[in-house]
Every structure is written in C-alpha cells, then in structure tokens.
C-alpha cells in the first residue's frame, strides 16, 4: 500500500476545500494536499457554466468555472498538492485517510489535521414515495446538470421540475436555452425554496409555468416518463382530491433540496446536527473530534459560494495553526443556539477567547420567510449582545451576524449565546 | 408482433428450447444442462429474469402453507431442500433466518395450529409454536399483543434476481445458448398420431428454432403461448400486483426477522421481512388487474402497507424509505403449479401459474421437468465434464483492502468508483457487461452490483454508468436504455434544438 504523510490532507476540491488548502498553506503547514475524486478540481463549480459568482469576494459576475480556476491557479502557486481521481472511501478518528485510484491503488494519507470539504449531494426523497412506474426520465436537477453541461447530452425534451431549489430554477433556464420545453415547475411549499434572483433571472424571464403548493403524485409510462400528474396540497402537504392536472412530459427533475454528504465524516466519529445533517463545528471550524475541520456545504448546504470560500479560508487557517502545533485549546466553550424563527446556527460552539482576538461570524438560515423588517438578535444568558436589522428573512437565504472584540465582554462569562428574528413593529 | 415471412426462416436445431429466462427457464436450464443436449434459452428482454423474477418478497418458504395434496404443496417442501445447496453451488447469497407466523388473537392461535398440522402431513421439518412471550424476546419490536407464533427454521431468504443470473450463467458455461431480446412469436406444429401433434420448434423475431422439446416457461405470458396451442385450463392467468416499501440498511427499529401475519381465507397478509442484504422489506400488497405490464406502485397499495405492516410492528415508521416497487404474480384460478405435458401434443411441457412459493420451489419443479423431458422421448445422459460450480465475480465492497490492492493491481478499472453509496467500481460493471449473461442496461447492472440502490438512488452513477455502457457495448450514449425498449436516458447531443422546435 502506497503511504504518505501530510500535515493537512483536504478531502474534496470545490471551493471550500481549495480555500482551505490555500489557508492552511498560509498559515505555514508544509505539506498539504487535496484529495478530488473527479478528474479535475474545482468540485461542483465546473458543471454550474452560468454566472453569478464571487459577487462578494472578487465585486464580479463570473461563472462556476472562472471562479474555481482563480482557486485553483492560486493553490498551485502555493505549492497544494493535488490528488485527482483519488476516492476516499475510509477516514479514522486518528486521522488516517484510506483512497484508491486507478494510479497507486490504495493510497493511505496520515494526516496531522484534516479538513472535511466533501460537499453535498441531492436529496432524491421526493421521487422514492411517489407512486406510480419507475421509468428512464426521472433526475435529480444537479444530475441534469451534469448531462448537459459535462457531458453534452440533453437528458429530455419536456420537463417538469418538482421544487423550486436553485439547481431546478437555473436548469430550467439552461434546458430552455438548449430549446427543451419546461411544462411546469411545481413547488410544495407556498413560497420558492430557491434564491429571489434565480427566480426572476431563470424562471420569471423564461415565461416558465410555477406553481406553488401543488405536487406529483403520480408518474406515468412504463419505459420512459410520459406524464406527471400533479395535485394543490392542504396544509398538512397532503394531496387534495379533485385537483388533479395530467402533465404530458417526457422527464421529470427533482430539485427537492440538499443534504451535506457526510458518510466519512460518521466513520471518523464525526457528530452530526441532526438539523443541518453537517458535523457540529466551533468557531474555528473544527468538529468533535480534535484535528479534523470541515468547511463549506459539508457543514451546512450555503447560497452563495463566496461564503463557502470564506469558510473553508478559516476552517483551512485552523487546521494549518493545528498541524504545526500553533494553537493552544483553551477549554472556555459557548453554546450557540437557535432562538425563535431560527432553524439552525453556525458555528454550534464557540471559544469567547478567539473573539476577544478578533471578530467572528455567526450564519444562520430562519425557518419560516417574514416579508417585512425584523430585528435580528444575539442574546448571551438572555441578555442582547447585538442586534441588527434585515429588510425581509427568507429560509432560502442565509444570514451573517458579524460580534467583534467589544463584544467581548457581553459573552465572556455566559453559558449560552441565543440568536433570535423577531418581527418590527 | 407480427409474424414476418423472415422470422420463419429456420435458424437452428436444438434438442430442448426453453421460453423466458426468469428463474424458473433459468434453473431449467441449468438443471438439463447436466447432459448430453443442445439447449436453448431464450427471453424477449433485454436481460434474464426481469419479469416476476426480479419483483418479490423472496422467501424460501419452508412449505407449511401450500395445501396439502397439491403439487405446488409437495414441491415447495422438496425445492425448499434442495434450495440451500443450489446457492452454494451458485455462489447465490441465502440466510436461514427461519420465518415466523405471527399470532395477535385466540383465534389466530388455532390458525396455526392448521398451518403446523399441514406442514407436519407434508414433512416440513422443525415446526414449532412458540408463546407470545418468546416471540417478543426474538423481535422485540413485535406487537406486544402477540399470542403466539408458527416457528418455520427451514425458512429463509435469498436473491431472486442473482438466483436467476446464475442459474442462466451456469447453463450458459455448461453449453446452453442464452439469446436475449428474442420473442416466441409462435410454435412449428406438424403431425404426429392420430390424437397428437408435435410442436416441433419456435418462431421469433430471430428466425424460427426447431426443438424436439419445447417448454413453456413464460410466467405471466404462458397464456400468449398457450393460445397459439389451443391449450386451455379451467382457469385463466390473471396479473396479481404485490407492492412492497424498501428501507434503507441504516433504517434505526428494522425488524431483521421474517415475519408473516397470520393468514385470512381473503389475503395472506402484509409481511415484514428483511432482504438478504439486510434492508427491510414491507409486503405484498394482492391487487388483481388486466394489464400484465402495470408494474405501477398505487397510493392506496402503499397506504395498505402501511397499515398492514403496522399490526405486526406498531412502533414502525415510514422514514427511510429507499424505493417502492410493485411486481406481479401469474394468479390463476386453480391455485396450483401446473407442469406438464399436455396431452393432445408430442414435445411441448408447459408451465402455467407459477406463482409463490415458485422461488422456493424451483428447484423441484426443475427435477420435475426433467422428468416430464425423459417422458417425451429424449435420451439424459450425463455430461462427463458438467461443472455445477459458478463463482460469482467479486464484489469490492465486500473485500479487505490488501484484496482490493491486488484488484487494483490487476485492472486498475477497480480503482475508479463509479456508485459512491455502494461501493461499486468501474471494474466489477465491465466485467458484468462481458460475462457469460451479459448486463447491457443499466438496471441490469443495477441488479448485479446493487449500484443506484443507496442513499442518492442513481444521482452520482447515472451519467458514469451511461458513458461505461456507451464505450463497452461500442453504442452511442442516447441508445443506453435502462431496462426496456423505449428506456433511453438521452434524447439527443446538445447544442442542437428538436425538428420544428
Ligand atoms: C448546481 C448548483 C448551482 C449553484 N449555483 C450557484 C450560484 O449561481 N452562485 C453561487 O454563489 N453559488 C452557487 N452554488 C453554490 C456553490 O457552488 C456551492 O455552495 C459550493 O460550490 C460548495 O462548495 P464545496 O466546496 O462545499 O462543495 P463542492 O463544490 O460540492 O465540492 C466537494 C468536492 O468533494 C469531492 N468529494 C466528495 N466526496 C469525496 C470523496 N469521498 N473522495 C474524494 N473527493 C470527494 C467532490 O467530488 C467535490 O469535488 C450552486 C451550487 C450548486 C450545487
Ligand atoms: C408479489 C410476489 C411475491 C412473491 N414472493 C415469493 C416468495 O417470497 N417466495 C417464493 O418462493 N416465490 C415468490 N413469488 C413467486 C416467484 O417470484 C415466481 O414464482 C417466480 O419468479 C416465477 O418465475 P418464472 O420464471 O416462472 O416467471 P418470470 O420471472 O416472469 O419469467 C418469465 C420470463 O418469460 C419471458 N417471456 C414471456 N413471454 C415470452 C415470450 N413469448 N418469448 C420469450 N420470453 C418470454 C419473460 O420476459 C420473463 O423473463 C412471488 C411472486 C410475486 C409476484
């Protein structure tokens, strides 16, 4: 068996992970690698061909691909390794790393620290319980994607997608411009699930037909997809009789969500938030158990990839300071919890320490959308620590308060920190 | 499918042809490949066993509840006994979980008393009822208001699907020819005596086959055939849904116990059972329909499993759920096997109603044709060189990684992963698509290596397997089908829009 020692081995190559090589590098790690199953890096960047990233980190519209490559040119000249068409199929508490490829067959990487940067893969949930056949036709959106922009092949000619994730509404546009029909996007909730911009810039200005609270309850056709019927859902989500529509369609796409892919991360012991289906992390990105980190939508599924690049700049500096022993624990830990109208928040755990060193970030996604002002507030024992304004709240955008060292003192010696929306007004 | 002037044309003589390549032609098959005969296989599919095969509960009844008197009765307790050395030949996964009838009521009680008595008549062995109480201690998660249970321990489970695979791989390394895609359309009839006629061969979409024996082994579809011959029971094949719900392995509270619920005279109830891979399994539903080709799942059958399911196991939840499927039994109205050879005709054995415990049974009915074939008229003598050993190819996952290093080392293909929940690389899919029965779909890879099965059902493998497929079988990617005609994945390249679009 092929055997190789690093200080920061990066199990995944999209933008978290590259960052995080990138950061570990910095923060003086000798030898640091990348491991990317695909046979380039830059992860799930290089299939999203549209624009619409960096908009935060570089003030410029660029597509998946231009924004990994700055990445990837930038790991290079900081001398990442890579390794490509590597699977990593094992990873233990003890940090050791066990992949195969075509090249060296098994490869073990001992590593003094590891950040997990895996990414996330598709639920396929919505399509296991319908009735119906189990025809060619039926994909997740993200695997559309694939096809057509990796591949060069069309997977349908008239579609309906079922939810309104990011990935169904930009692959409605793309299936459009490649002159496939879109016969209707249907939504379960009464609201998008997806991002406002991608609704007006893929869905509005296509003309594409999208109906919320209504969902598939059927699928027709023996070989090949032939028709989806659709039904309006009561509150419970239930389908309600007598509001059938038979959709004559040839595919149907599934953008029904995201879920951090963290199978490895359990096989190391990694514990994971039931709510965000990512490891529970502190403010420097490390999970329960010591050395290994984690960063960008193997933590919690982001919008924006800018954010993703960030996490995986501060989970990597961590790891780098871990590996070359530049850290000190200290044992002083704060819960961070989720308070009203809250689904979940990132970091779960954090060091009031580091915060009195510098500033920190908490990101958060609501659970129900409020179209209208709200206060959005940190409370450290019940106490407000900060509080701040945002125009509306929607559970598909994730929000960032930002506590600097002043606020130091407000948390230093409380047990729990608590972040709440609350409605103006 | 019209019969064209082409199809007649004679392509070939064989000694025995057998039609549809489900488990039970399959096992045929493999069994007459032990002598001297030219054997041919054939199924209209793309792949073995996608009919009733490839959809059921798989359990090898242990035979308590085929009535006695009846030849399915006395072949499933025999097929049960010959079953477990038949996988061990074939490198087929089985477990001898032994199987429990389930109690809630008094009366219940004295329903399996009936099951234990018939069993007994027949000679199913170890039959026991056992107290609610160790029924709970054996499945904690059983409803607590269980009076009893029918303890089976020759009962088990197995793998339909690969069981049919290599049974049809084994025939295929012992002489037989396997054509796939190739339908009987027809039968050669010549005379014979004064009350018989002779079906001298088969005619399909390859040309026609002349045969001194023909056997029927077409599951649902044995009345298609028999109407060509005119042959007519006193019962007529109807399709039989049976949905069914699939957990995910991981699933927390799965039962990891066969458990039926005690028969009705109406319905032999929902089960709870685990695969032999380990998922747990909610069904069959019992759905009587027309359409032999509705393989669709209805919301009503999935809320009857639900309920069924949950008075056997109260605390059960529907979470997990990694696919629901329906397949479809060949009900007939006698509710019994018939195997035999009809009496008007020379060299044709039919099979008809060949519905459960056919699994159980099939190696019995199997020995039981045999029998019928000397009767016709040919001559068995065994093969000197017959190998009834057919080593399954290996499985990466399930290897140690100093096995897999070796692998690798050998054909670096296993060092590429191609299905991310299963393990399963690009090695173990060329060698399904150039073995002895070919899988060129992509279910039919499915099937054999359980790829697109886990948590992402085919999100990852989809556009890998498809490329694979292209460059193997030498097709383009838009002619990859999943499973039957008309299953294409692709449409069309991109970057060029649809005629009049
Ligand atoms: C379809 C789609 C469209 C998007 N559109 C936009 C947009 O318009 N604007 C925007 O700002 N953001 C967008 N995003 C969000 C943004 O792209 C993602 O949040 C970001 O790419 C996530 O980065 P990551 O590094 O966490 O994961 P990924 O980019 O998914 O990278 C994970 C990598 O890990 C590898 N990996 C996983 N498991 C293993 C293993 N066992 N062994 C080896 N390698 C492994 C994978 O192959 C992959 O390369 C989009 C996301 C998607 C999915
Ligand atoms: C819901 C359900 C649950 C079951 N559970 C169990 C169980 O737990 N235990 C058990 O022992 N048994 C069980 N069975 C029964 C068992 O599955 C069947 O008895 C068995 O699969 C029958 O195999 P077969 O080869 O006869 O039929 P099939 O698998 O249907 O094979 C027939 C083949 O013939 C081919 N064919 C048809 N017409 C033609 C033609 N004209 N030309 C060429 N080929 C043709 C078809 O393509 C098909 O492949 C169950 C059945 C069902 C439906």
Known sequence: ?425 | MDIKEEYKEVKGKYDVIIIGAGLVGSIIARRLSQYELDILLIDKEPDVGTGTSKANTAIVHAGYDSPFGTLRGKLVVKGNRMFYPMCEELDVPYKITGTYVVALTDEDLKTLEKLMENGRKKGVPGLEIISGEEMRRREPLVNPETTGALYAPTGGVSDPFMLTVAAAENAVMNGTDLMLETKALDFVVEPFSLHKKKVAGVVTNRGTFLADVTIASAGLYCDELMEKLDIKYDFYVRARKGEYYVFDKAKKGSVHNVLFPCPTPVTKGILVTTTVHGNMLLGPTAYELKDKEDTSVRAEGLAELREGAKRLVPSLEITDVIRVFAGLRAGGFLHDFIIEAPAKYWGFINLAGIESPGMASSPAIAEYVENLVREQGLELRKKKDWNPIRVGRPDFSELSPEEQAILIEKDPRYGRIVCRCETVTEGEIVAEIHSPVPARTYDALKRRTWLGTGRCQGGFDTPRVIEILSRELGIPPTEVIKESWGSNFLTRPTKDVPEGG
């Open chain 1, 1 to 425: 068996m092929f055997e190789k020692q690093y200080d920061v081995a990066v199990i995944g190559s999209g933008p978290g992970g590259l960052a995080a090589a990138i950061a570990a590098k910095e923060a003086g790690a000798q030898d640091v690698v990348v491991i990317e199953r695909d046979v380039e890096l830059g992860g799930i960047l290089l299939q999203c061909i549209h624009n619409g990233f960096g908009s935060v980190i570089f003030k410029e519209d660029l597509t998946g691909p231009e924004y990994a490559y700055r990445f990837i040119d930038q790991a290079r000249e900081v001398g990442v390794e890579a390794m490509m068409d590597t699977f990593v199929l094992d990873l233990t508490p003890h940090r050791e790393i066990y992949a195969i490829n075509k090249r060296d067959g098994m490869v073990k990487i001992n590593a003094r620290a590891v950040v997990l940067a895996m990414g996330c893969r598709e639920r396929p949930r919505g399509a296991l319980a319908i009735p119906g056949f189990r025809p060619a036709g039926i994909y997740t959106a993200g695997t559309a994607q694939r096809l057509v922009n990796i591949e060069g092949y069309m997977p349908g000619e008239r579609f309906v997608i079922l939810g309104s994730g990011d990935i169904g509404m930009i692959m409605a546009r793309r299936l459009t411009f490649e002159g496939a029909k879109v016969e209707r996007m249907l939504e379960i909730l009464p609201y998008i699930s997806g991002l406002k911009r991608n609704y007006v810039q893929c869905v509005l200005d296509y003309n594409i037909p999208l109906q919320l609270q209504r969902t598939v309850i059927d699928i027709k056709g023996r070989n090949r997809v032939e028709a989806v019927v659709s039904a309006q859902v009561d509150e419970h989500w239930q389908p309600i009789p007598g509001t059938e529509e038979t959709i004559p369609c040839d595919t149907l796409l599934l953008s029904v969500g995201l879920i951090p892919e963290n199978e490895l991360s359990k096989k190391a012991g990694v514990e994971l938030n039931p709510l965000t289906g990512g490891p529970y992390v502190d403010d420097t990105m490390q999970t329960n158990v010591p050395g290994i980190f984690a960063a960008g939508n193997v933590v919690h599924v982001y919008d924006l990839v800018d954010w993703v690049t960030k996490a995986g700049l501060l989970a990597g500096r961590h790891a780098g300071e871990y590996a070359t022993q530049r850290r000190t624990e200290s044992d002083r830990k704060l819960r961070v919890v989720a308070g009203d109208n809250v689904h979940h928040v990132i970091p779960e755990v954090l060091d009031p320490s580091d915060l009195e060193r510098e500033p920190l970030e908490l990101q958060f996604r609501v659970r129900r959308p409020v179209e209208a002002p709200v206060w959005v507030k940190v409370e450290a024992d019940g106490e407000l620590v900060k509080r701040k304004t945002e125009r509306y709240v929607r559970p598909s955008e994730m929000i960032m308060v930002k506590l600097s060292p002043k606020d130091y003192d407000k948390v230093a010696g409380a047990k729990k920190l608590s972040v709440r929306v609350e409605e103006k007004g």
